[in-house]
C-alpha cells in the first residue's frame, strides 16, 4: 500500500502553548491520575505496556503478515538516544492513505519521537515503508479521519474529544483540528529507521529439535 502525496506538507511540531494532556504541568502523576491512566489503557501503566509490546514479540516470530492487518509497527528514532524505537499503533486507513492517532498527545513516547525526527518506518504485514510524519491540517481529510475513528471505537473517541472540550462531530473536530494528535503518513525519499526483521524464527524450530532429541534418548535408554 503506498501513500498518496499531499500538498502543503507540514511536519509534526511540539504545542508549546500548552502542558500535554493529564500532565499537570509536570512529569510526576498522582495515584489518583495514575489509576485513569490504567482505566484508559495508557501504555506507560506495566501491564498494559506488555499488551501494547506483545504484537512486536509476534513480529519478530515472523507473524508481521498476520498481525500487520489490524496494526501497524512504527520504527522512531529514539530522541535521547538515537536508537530505534518501536510500537505497534492501529492502523487507520482512508482512500489509500494511512493515519494514526495519539489519543494521549505528547504523553506517548512514540509521539515525542516524531517531534523530534518524523522520518519514521512504518510497517503492514510484513511489507515496510519509510514516510515523513506530518501533523494532519487539511479539513476534508480531517472529516474523512473522524468518520473512521468513530466507526473503529466511538467511545474513546467521545471521551478523548470531551477532553479536550470538542464537541464530537465532524465540524468541531475539523474546527479544531490543531489541537488535536492526528498523523499523515507521507511518502519520502529519505532513509528512515531500519525495520523490525523477523528475527526469532528459529524459536519454531525448537518443538521439532526437542522431539528429535528426546526421541534419540529414548531409543538409547530401550
Request: proline fraction near 6%; hydrophobic fraction near 40%; charged fraction near 25%.
Amino acid at each position: 500500500m503506498a501513500c498518496e502525496q499531499v500538498p502543503g506538507e507540514r511536519v509534526v511540531q511540539e504545542d508549546s502553548k500548552a502542558a500535554p494532556p493529564g500532565r499537570a504541568g509536570g512529569e510526576h502523576r498522582s495515584l489518583t491520575e495514575r489509576f485513569d491512566d490504567w482505566a484508559a489503557g495508557y501504555p506507560d501503566v506495566v501491564g498494559r505496556r506488555l499488551l501494547h509490546k506483545a504484537p512486536i514479540v509476534l513480529w519478530r516470530l515472523g507473524l508481521g503478515g498476520i498481525v500487520g492487518r489490524p496494526w501497524m509497527l512504527l520504527t522512531t528514532k529514539g530522541r535521547a538516544s538515537g536508537l530505534p524505537r518501536r510500537t505497534t499503533l492501529t492502523a487507520h486507513r482512508v482512500r489509500g492513505r494511512l493515519y494514526a492517532w495519539s489519543p494521549y498527545g505528547e504523553r506517548s513516547h512514540w509521539y515525542r519521537n516524531l517531534i523530534a525526527d518524523p522520518i519514521v518506518t512504518v510497517q503492514t504485514s510484513g511489507r515496510a515503508w519509510t514516510r515523513r510524519a506530518e501533523r494532519l491540517d487539511d479539513a476534508a481529510e480531517v472529516a474523512e479521519l473522524y468518520e473512521s475513528l468513530r466507526r473503529f471505537d466511538a467511545r474513546l473517541l467521545r471521551r478523548y474529544l470531551d477532553d479536550q472540550g470538542i464537541n464530537d462531530t465532524a465540524a468541531d473536530v475539523v474546527a479544531n483540528k490543531d489541537r488535536l494528535h492526528l498523523i499523515r503518513f507521507a511518502p519520502t525519499s529519505r532513509q528512515g529507521p531500519a525495520p523490525l526483521q523477523a528475527d526469532l524464527c528459529w524459536v519454531w524450530a525448537l518443538p521439532a529439535v526437542i522431539a528429535v532429541v528426546w526421541k534419540i534418548a529414548f531409543r538409547r535408554r530401550s
